[in-house]
T-cell receptor, first 113, second 116 residues
Framework: GDSVTQMEGPVTLSEEAFLTINCTYT??????LFWYVQYPGEGLQLLLK?????DKGSNKGFEATYRKETTSFHLEKGSVQVSDSAVYFC????????????FGKGTTLSVSS | EAGVAQSPRYKIIEKRQSVAFWCNPI?????LYWYQQILGQGPKLLIQ????????DSQLPKDRFSAERLKGVDSTLKIQPAKLEDSAVYLC??????????????FGEGSWLTVV
């Protein structure tokens, strides 16, 4: 079945460091891909998305490119801030009707000043 | 625009008791989802509604969980009787139209359940 695999956390970085969180997927057809973020005590928020191959999603300095050849959607940010500390979830959604988001297990990011 | 509303935010119950969670989606959103998020894991779909019809409930433990969306707007998720392993955050989410690829799904803040 469809699935999403994220790198194990926690990821611990100093402020202004470069961030990469790896995400790969298995799916039939051409799914849409998403990154959601969950700040402590809050609900899931959409961070960015890409709906077709080679699309780049971006938001708040974060970027991810939909790579069909490697079935990947890695999240990157050039300079992280303490406020970026959160849990990041990669997810996919098949294009057919009647399908919901399938999430990875999440990666915890902790940024220290 | 108001977001997805959920209540209660926190609930502690003893095993074998029952509990109900309520969700009001974003106005006009036809699709409503209930997800279960166990600590340290990603959210897992329990049930998906399109208006007041069930689209997918394949992962809903039907012997103890039930959900309804009678008028195609708000929804209730019930657990009876609760087990210790039901301790989790129950997330409600909604989206405008299911048939659009890449359609954004919006989540509520979740209802945190602890079963003791």
């Amino acid at each position: 079945g469809d699935s999403v695999t994220q790198m194990e956390g926690p990821v611990t970085l100093s402020e202004e460091a470069f961030l990469t969180i790896n995400c790969t997927y298995t799916a039939t057809g051409y799914p849409s891909l998403f990154w959601y973020v969950q700040y402590p005590g809050e609900g899931l928020q959409l961070l960015l998305k890409a709906t077709k191959a080679d699309d780049k999603g971006s938001n708040k300095g974060f970027e991810a490119t939909y790579r069909k050849e490697t079935t990947s959607f890695h999240l990157e940010k050039g300079s992280v801030q303490v406020s970026d500390s959160a849990v990041y979830f990669c997810a996919l959604k098949r294009s057919q009707a009647g399908t919901a988001l399938i999430f990875g297990k999440g990666t915890t990011l902790s940024v220290s000043s | 625009e108001a977001g997805v509303a959920q209540s209660p935010r926190y609930k502690i119950i003893e095993k074998r008791q029952s509990v109900a969670f309520w969700c009001n989606p974003i106005s006009g959103h036809a699709t409503l989802y209930w997800y279960q998020q166990i600590l340290g894991q990603g959210p897992k779909l329990l049930i998906q509604f399109q208006n007041n019809g069930v689209v997918d409930d394949s992962q809903l433990p039907k012997d103890r969980f039930s959900a309804e969306r009678l008028k195609g707007v708000d929804s209730t998720l019930k657990i009876q009787p609760a087990k210790l392993e039901d301790s989790a955050v129950y997330l409600c989410a909604s989206s405008l139209k299911e048939l659009i690829a890449g359609n954004t799904i919006y989540f509520g803040e979740g209802s945190w359940l602890t079963v003791v």
